[in-house]
């Protein structure tokens, strides 16, 4: 509790969503602007609170991820140190100008794409944890002190866009390492739908995931429930919330689903009864098949979730069942 | 670093014990190490722990660095040894624990003695395996007083295994052990598996002898015609009908040198095998493939403790928390479970992803030996951000970066040794590829 505690913050970039976020048709519209300052007042709270705590800033950009920033190499004085000023604490000064040049720079270099790919939440999460991962186990000779190595680190994701399937796996484990590592992952979900992987990551690791409501009262949610250290919350009380749900994603189409098929070699998840495993190239044996296959029209559909309920069998089934009568 | 290493160091540590005590006996800090070295002498069953840390020798100016590196470099070679492509495992796991429980438990030679180890390793096992295993299910069998008794039936719960084997007085050891027994009674308990499981018997033997009523080795092809792999930790010597057990099912067999060693044994059976393609020897050369199947499973939501109360359907009692069947929306107090309800299995599917690693294991990253191709690429290690050397290091071990420098083949990131070692061994997708 006396020790000093590490935070990393994700923050999601993505241009599409925090457009929508702006909009004022929303009911709280929030832009990224007063978004950012918000996070500024929060990052800023969380050095202020104790001298030893560590920060880092991952940007989370369509197809790519960044470290915005580091305690560790603005000790190090990087050059773009901002002009001394008179009425301002240095320490956050330097954080709010590195952040915001750094996001600057890095929305700037993305601003050419037609397109916008889906943003690589995994890819800064997965640095986050190596990022931890390096102050847990520093290189010798290097400025990390003890008090950063003993830190209990968490990570805190502030979150705009949906789930993406296709990171279900990734995901998943960086939820187990998180665990390896005891680090408590929290998450805001500042604008959109729930996102059912990170609901899991934060149940899992002890961390808490709260739906933003009022989000013109962001900074107060960010202070409220996410500046105590996870070693202060059985003092502290955060809220939380508990309704977790379960779901997974399917290997096949990336559809998230609530009533799945799985192969007993390999656990692979399917949306439907294929013949062959996809993963571990198992085949089923035909009556299975035939069981599973008479059954699923019982199914009704998926409660409320549109992209949950099994797709009919396309050519794969055809190809599969040559492949087992051989 | 992961306990893989540890225990390859740990070998080391074993096999040159007398190598390293000489080099001890000449080293400048002998006052602070003369108690130590006092129980180094003598016969290996008074000494001490022989411990992993112990091996790291210091180089000539005193540091560990050298050590460390050799370390690592160990762990490299051996991710490169293993094969790339994801491998079948039979993940669906079933297991049968045989422990002894003769007399010739209570011998000392493994302090503080065989049988409280045993049962301590036996706990520390039942947890990891879970934890690797989750869907898998563990039963206990004890062998005493020449019959096999059961501790624990098949369950798949780690608290109810731990639980049977708590509560040591129930154990106390007595009389002699019978093999063919209690693996009769572990074969019983796994006839009525389904075929896509695996089944297996893992048995701590501390005795030398085994009092059966029949012949054992009728027992040992009943084993093998219905596919049950057993592995044997001896605790004593190798007995020839014991690696025979093992040999032909295609099992593991060990002899424990030292309590460490013991615990090498048993945590090296922890990950799941590769699906067995054929029956190692051939001896059930014409029994069936072990069958796979596709099962259908619902992935629950959990309802938070703040929720209204209703019946649930396993207990019949009002409770808040829960889970909800995906497909007839039952109550239900616990996952993993049978809905009692419509019958779908419900599992969270935090239960399936743990051993998804296994699948899609990250490959292994090559090492930047040139400096030619250091300096073309990023400055920084690309996970964690920590700036590359920029001269070569002069002593470093084989198969490792001068520069500190691993590449990923897919995404042509560098990688420092760090995060090299953490994204293969704990992280198991890279940085760089999940974009
Ligand atoms: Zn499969
Ligand atoms: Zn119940
Ligand atoms: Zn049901
Ligand atoms: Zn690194
Ligand atoms: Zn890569």
């Known amino acids: 509790m006396d020790g000093s505690s590490h935070l990393s913050l994700i923050i999601d970039l993505s241009p599409s969503q925090w457009h929508l976020s702006a909009q004022s048709s929303n009911p709280h519209p929030l832009s990224f602007q007063t978004f950012l300052s918000h996070v500024l007042t929060f990052v800023n709270s969380h050095i202020a609170s ?105 990570i805190l994701i502030l979150s705009v866009s949906p789930d993406l399937a296709a990171s279900y796996i990734p995901v998943m484990n960086s939820i187990f390492s998180a665990q390896k590592l005891k680090v408590t992952i929290d998450v805001c979900k500042v604008f959109g739908e729930e996102t059912v992987f990170l609901q899991q990551a934060a149940h899992l690791t002890g961390g808490s995931y709260i739906y933003l409501e009022r989000r013109d009262a962001f900074l107060q949610y960010l202070i409220m429930s996410f500046l105590p250290p996870p070693s202060l919350r059985h003092i502290i009380a955060v809220p939380r919330q508990d309704k977790v749900d379960f779901r997974a994603a399917c290997f096949c189409h990336k559809n998230i689903v609530d009533i799945g098929f799985v192969c007993s070699v390999c656990l692979s998840i399917f949306c439907s009864p294929v013949a062959v495993c996809s993963t571990c190239r198992t085949k089923f044996p035909m009556k299975t098949l035939q069981r599973l296959n008479a059954s699923r029209p019982a199914i009704p559909p998926a409660n409320g979730v549109s992209n949950g309920s099994p797709r009919p069998p396309s050519a794969r089934p055809s190809t599969g069942m040559s492949a087992s009568l051989r | 670093m992961n306990s893989g290493s540890d225990s390859d160091s740990f070998d080391e540590g074993g096999l040159t014990t007398r190598g390293r005590k000489s080099k001890r006996k000449s080293g400048a800090r002998a006052s602070e190490k ?127 295994v731990l639980h049977a084997i708590s509560e040591r007085h129930k154990l106390e050891p007595v009389g002699e052990p019978s093999l063919q027994n209690a693996i009769e009674m572990a074969r019983s308990s796994m006839s009525h598996l389904p075929t896509h499981s695996s089944r297996e018997i893992l048995i701590i033997f501390g005795s030398l002898t085994t009092v059966d009523p029949g012949n054992i080795n009728e027992t040992l092809s ?36 030292n309590e460490g060693h013991f615990k090498d044994l048993l945590f090296e059976l922890i990950p799941p095998p590769a699906a067995q393609q054929n029956t190692g020897t051939g001896a059930g050369g014409g029994a069936a493939k072990m069958s796979a199947d596709l099962m259908m499973m619902g992935f629950p939501q959990r309802l938070p403790d703040t929720a209204p109360a209703a019946l649930c359907v396993c207990h019949a ?62 400055a920084n290690c690309h996970a964690c951000a920590l700036p590359f050397k920029t001269t070569p290091a002069t002593n470093i071990g084989e198969g490792m970066s001068p520069f500190d420098r691993y590449r990923c083949q897919d995404c042509k990131n560098d990688f420092c040794t760090e995060c090299d070692v953490f994204v293969h061994d704990v992280l198991h997708c890279c940085p760089g590829c999940e974009t």
């Open chain 1, 50 to 154: 104790k001298h030893e705590n560590t920060l880092a800033v991952f940007g989370a950009l369509p197809g790519k991820s960044s470290m915005l920033y580091s305690s560790l190499d603005a000790d190090s004085g990087n050059g773009n140190d901002p002009p001394a000023d008179a009425n301002s604490y240095r320490p956050f000064k330097v954080v709010n100008s590195v952040v915001t040049n750094n996001t600057q720079k890095e929305l700037d270099l993305i601003g050419g794409l037609t397109e916008e790919p889906p943003v690589a939440l995994v890819g800064a999460l997965t640095k986050a944890l190596c990022f931890i991962n390096r102050l847990a186990h520093p290189p010798s000779g290097s400025l990390v002190d003890e008090a950063a190595a003993s830190a209990d680190p968490r």
């Open chain 2, 34 to 160: 003369g108690k130590q070295k006092a129980k180094d002498q003598g016969y290996s069953w008074e000494a001490t722990y022989a411990r992993s840390w112990d091996t790291v020798q210091e180089d000539e100016a005193g540091s560990l660095t050298g050590a460390v590196a050799e370390l690592l470099a160990r762990g490299r070679r051996r991710r490169l040894l293993a094969p790339a492509a994801a491998i079948r495992r039979s993940i669906i796991r079933h297991l049968v624990l045989l422990l002894d429980l003769s007399t010739s438990m209570t011998d000392r030679d493994m302090r503080p003695t065989r049988f409280d180890l045993t049962l301590e390793y036996a706990r520390e096992f039942v947890t990891e395996w879970f934890d690797q295993n989750p869907l898998g299910q563990i039963g206990i069998v004890g062998m005493r007083g020449g019959i096999g008794e059961r501790i624990c039936e098949m369950s798949g719960n780690p608290q109810d």
């Open chain 2, 222 to 257: 009943s084993c093998i015609k219905d596919r049950i792999r057993i592995s044997l930790v001896a605790l004593a010597a190798e007995m020839k009908i014991c690696r025979e057990l093992c040999d032909k099912t295609g099992g593991a067999f060990g002899v424990a040198m």
């Open chain 2, 317 to 378: 009692q009002m409770r808040a928390a829960g889970f909800l069947c995906p497909r007839c929306g039952a109550r239900l107090c616990d996952a993993p479970t049978d809905c009692d309800v419509c019958g779908l299995m419900i599992v969270s599917s935090p239960h399936l992803a743990r051993s998804y690693h296994h699948l899609f294991p990250v490959k292994p990253y090559s090492a930047v030996m040139s400096s030619q191709d250091a300096t073309g690429s990023s």
